[in-house]
C-alpha cells in the first residue's frame, strides 16, 4: 500500500495555490486580511489545489463505512441504511422547515412525530412515548428520571438500583446521574440474571431494576416475566435497554413482559446513519403511571390538528431541544413504514439466523464462554489464542489486513477477551461467508505464525500503534520537528 504523505510533508514555500492578477485598481480593503489567513501554526503548509483536493481525496477513500463492508461491531447495530430513506429526509417540506415555526405552520412535521411514536407503541407494546432523547444513554438518562418523579409522587423515595452484570455500560452512569446508588446481579452459568440473587436484593429501597434484554451476550433473558414479578412486589420499576431490540422487532414486545419503560435506539434498530458521535435518537416508552411525567413538550393530536403541549404539571421538563432529532426520527418512521410488520419481523430472523450462522461456523476455533442459545449476536474470547500468546487485540488489527472491521472488542466485561459479533440482518451470505473464513484463517495464524498477528496491522496506513500511550498522551495539534 503507499503511504500517503501528511500534507506538511509535502508542503513547499514556493508554490502557490492561487494567483491574482496585478491589482489594476486603487487598492481597497484586504478582502484576505483576518480569519481568511492562518497565522497561529507555524510553517502551515503551502500546497497546489490539486495536491489538496487529491491529498483529502485520498484520505477519505480509506475511510471505513457501512457502504464499503461489514461491521460486525457487537451491541451497537451497524446495519445497511437504506438510500430511500435518506430521499425522505431530504424532502424540502422537511429540510427547510424552522424548528421555531408555529404549529399551524408545521402540522405535517407534528404529524410525523405523532406516527412515529404510535408506530414505536405498537413494535414494542408500550403505551407512550416521547422522542425527545438525543441517543441510547440520554434515553436511559430520561427514563431514570421518570422513574425517579413517578416515586417521589407516590411520597416513596428510594436510593438503590439494580443491574446486572451482563447490561449495558452506560446504565450504571445514568442511575448514578439520578441520584442512585447501584448493586450489581450476578449472571448465573448460562448468562442469565441470577433469579435467587435478584430476590435477595429486591428490597423495598430498591428504585429499579435495568435490564438489557436480549443482553449483551446475545441471550434472551427467559424469566423476564418472572423479573418483572419480583420488582413490582417490592414496589419497584422494570426498565429495559431496549439497545438490542433488533432481535426482537415484529416477534415480541417489551410491553408484554412486565417492563414499565424502555428505550430503544432508533439510528440502531430501525436504521439511521450513527457512528463518530452521532447523529442518533433514543424514544423511551412508559406504561400508563409514567405518562404524566413524560418530557415536554408533547405532540397532541387535538380535532383541529396537532399542537405541542407544554402544559404537564408533572412533567420532568425538557430534555432536548425542541423535539429531539427530527431527521433521525424521520429515517427511522420511513424505515418502519417501508418494511411494515412482516418486514420487521424478517429483519428479527435473519438478524438471529446470521448470528447462530457465524457462532456455529467459528465453534471450536474460538472459545464459547456460554453456551446459552443467541439471538442476534454471539461473544467469543481469546482463551484458545492465548495459549500461543495472541490476544483478542492482534485478532481485531489482523482483521485490518483482511479488508474488514474488527467487531466489539473486550465486552461485555464478564467476558474475558471478548470478541463481540452481530452482523445484523442486512449481510448476505457472501460477506458472512467472507469473514468467517478471515476468522479461520487468523485462527489458524494464531497457531502457526503468532507473531504475524501480534505485529499487525501490515497493510493498513496507520500501522499498530500504542493505544494507552495514544490515550494518555494524546497529540491533538501538529508540530513541526525539532
Request: hydrophobic content about 40%.
Amino acid at each position: 500500500m503507499i503511504r500517503e504523505p501528511l500534507v506538511f510533508e509535502i508542503s513547499d514555500r514556493s508554490k502557490a495555490p492561487i494567483r491574482m492578477p496585478k491589482l489594476d485598481v486603487p487598492a481597497g480593503a484586504d478582502a484576505l486580511r483576518g480569519a481568511a489567513l492562518r497565522t497561529d501554526i507555524p510553517g502551515f503548509p503551502q500546497v497546489t489545489e490539486p495536491e489538496v483536493v487529491r491529498h483529502f481525496t485520498r484520505l477519505s477513500q480509506t475511510n471505513y463505512c457501512v457502504d464499503i463492508g461489514f461491521y460486525p461491531l457487537g451491541s451497537c447495530t451497524m446495519k445497511y441504511n437504506p438510500k430511500v430513506n435518506e430521499r425522505v429526509a431530504a424532502l424540502p417540506g422537511f429540510t427547510r422547515t424552522h424548528p421555531e415555526a408555529p404549529d399551524d405552520l408545521v402540522q405535517g412535521n407534528l404529524e410525523i412525530l405523532k406516527a412515529a411514536e404510535e408506530a414505536l407503541c405498537a413494535v414494542t407494546g408500550m403505551d407512550a412515548f416521547t422522542l425527545h432523547p438525543a441517543a441510547g444513554a440520554h434515553g436511559e438518562l430520561t427514563g431514570m428520571m421518570l422513574i425517579h418523579a413517578a416515586l417521589k409522587a407516590r411520597g416513596d423515595a428510594r436510593k438503590t438500583v439494580l443491574i446486572p452484570d451482563s447490561a449495558h455500560g452506560t446504565n450504571p452512569s445514568s442511575a448514578h446521574l439520578c441520584g442512585y446508588k447501584v448493586q450489581e446481579i450476578k449472571s448465573n452459568e448460562r448468562g442469565l440474571i441470577d433469579l435467587a440473587g435478584l430476590e435477595q436484593a429486591m428490597t423495598a429501597d430498591v428504585a429499579a431494576l435495568m435490564v438489557t434484554n436480549p443482553n449483551t451476550l446475545g441471550v434472551f433473558e427467559a424469566d423476564i416475566c418472572r423479573i418483572g414479578e419480583i420488582v413490582h412486589a417490592k414496589g419497584g420499576f422494570l426498565y429495559m435497554d431496549g439497545a438490542n431490540m433488533n432481535a426482537l422487532t415484529g416477534i415480541a414486545r417489551p410491553g408484554d413482559m412486565t417492563v414499565d419503560v424502555l428505550h430503544v435506539n432508533l439510528h440502531k434498530t430501525f436504521s439511521t446513519p450513527h457512528g463518530g458521535g452521532g447523529p442518533g435518537a433514543g424514544p423511551v416508552g412508559v406504561k400508563k403511571e409514567l405518562i404524566p411525567f413524560l418530557p415536554v413538550p408533547v405532540v397532541t393530536r387535538t380535532q383541529d390538528g396537532f399542537v405541542l403541549d407544554g402544559d404537564r404539571p408533572a412533567t420532568i421538563g425538557r430534555v432536548r431541544s425542541f423535539c429531539g432529532n427530527f431527521g433521525v426520527v424521520l429515517r427511522a418512521l420511513a424505515y418502519i413504514l417501508t418494511l411494515g410488520p412482516d418486514g420487521l419481523r424478517e429483519v428479527a430472523q435473519i438478524a438471529v439466523l446470521n448470528a447462530n450462522y457465524i457462532r456455529k461456523s467459528l465453534e471450536g476455533r474460538y472459545h464459547l464462554k456460554y453456551d446459552a442459545p443467541t439471538l442476534h449476536e454471539c461473544v467469543f474470547s481469546d482463551k484458545f489464542q492465548l495459549a500461543r500468546g495472541v490476544k483478542n487485540i492482534d485478532i481485531a488489527k489482523r482483521l485490518i489486513d483482511y479488508g474488514l472491521h474488527p467487531p466489539t472488542m473486550s465486552f461485555p466485561l464478564i467476558v474475558h477477551g471478548a470478541l463481540m459479533i452481530e452482523p445484523t440482518e442486512t449481510e448476505s451470505r457472501r460477506d458472512l461467508d467472507a469473514f468467517i473464513e478471515a476468522m479461520k484463517m487468523i485462527a489458524r495464524e494464531a497457531e502457526e505464525s503468532p507473531n504475524v498477528l501480534r505485529e499487525a496491522p501490515h497493510a493498513s496506513y496507520v500501522r499498530r500503534l500504542d493505544e494507552t500511550a495514544a490515550v494518555k498522551k494524546p497529540v491533538l495539534r501538529w508540530r513541526p520537528a525539532e
